[in-house]
């Protein structure tokens, strides 16, 4: 099994919702991320989690929050959103810190 | 400037060509990555390098550390590669974690 799931695919939310998006892998990784993709642009990095610990939090607003409750599941916390938050939210993992990343599909978010 | 630049930005090419895509980079790194986008999807990674040529199915992948270049090769090019085709670099001594991405190039393969 060599695949990073994502849930939902896509999420529409007010100004004022809590949503949680999550993600889950099965290959054992150790490594797992958080990244933010606006259209046409690259992946930009928001945090990293190491053995289910926050290793980098690449200076992300508070209103979003991770959690990593064991070594398959990655939570990410959504609370209070601005409409320019609207992005392709993607989490990866890897073996390894040094390793290939591999990423999932996606969960593409609306704020209105 | 950015410190991993890909070329061309925007690629279009007939069925069955051979595609080039080319990457530079201005910092050391430990690995350089390609990765593959399709429209509205997630990313795929192709490539993992840090010296000499890869090679899965249709795709080569070589990379040049004195250079600071790598180039990602497409042979006999089909229209379900058309895609984002993405460099990421890990910079040496900065965290094992970051990927420092270039911009991507867009690639559209025509029947």
């Known amino acids: 099994d060599t695949e990073v799931t994502q849930t939902p695919k896509h999420l529409v939310m007010g100004m004022t919702n809590k949503k949680s998006l999550k993600c889950e892998q099965h290959?054992?990784?150790?490594?797992m991320y958080w990244y933010k993709q606006k259209a046409k642009k690259p992946p930009e990095l928001m945090f990293v989690?190491?053995?289910?610990?926050?290793?980098i939090n690449e200076s992300v607003p508070s209103r979003f929050s991770p959690e990593c409750p064991n070594s398959s599941l990655l939570n990410l916390h959504l609370h209070a959103l601005q409409p320019e938050d609207s992005a392709l939210y993607l989490c990866?993992?890897?073996?390894?810190?040094?390793?290939?990343?591999?990423f999932g599909p996606g969960t593409r978010l609306l704020v209105l | 400037k950015n410190e991993v630049e890909q070329s061309p930005q925007n690629l279009t090419a007939q069925e069955g060509e051979f595609i080039t895509i080319n990457c530079s980079y201005s910092?050391?790194?430990?690995?350089l990555h390609w990765l593959q986008q399709h429209p509205g999807g997630g990313i795929v990674s192709l490539f993992m390098?840090?010296?000499g040529k890869k090679k899965h199915g249709r795709l080569i992948a070589t990379i040049n550390i004195q250079e600071k270049h790598s180039s990602l090769h497409i042979t006999a090019s089909h229209p379900r590669d058309s895609a984002v085709y993405i460099c990421?670099?890990?910079?040496?001594?900065?965290?094992?974690?970051?990927?420092?991405f270039g911009k991507g190039t867009l690639l559209t393969v025509n029947p």
């Open positions: 990421a670099v890990r910079v040496r001594g900065g965290s094992n974690y970051k990927l420092t």
């Open positions: 990866a993992s890897s073996h390894w810190k040094w390793e290939t990343q591999y």
């Open positions: 910092v050391g790194i430990s690995a």
């Open positions: 290959m054992g990784h150790r490594a």
């Open positions: 390098l840090s010296s």
């Open positions: 989690y190491s053995y289910e610990k926050l290793s």
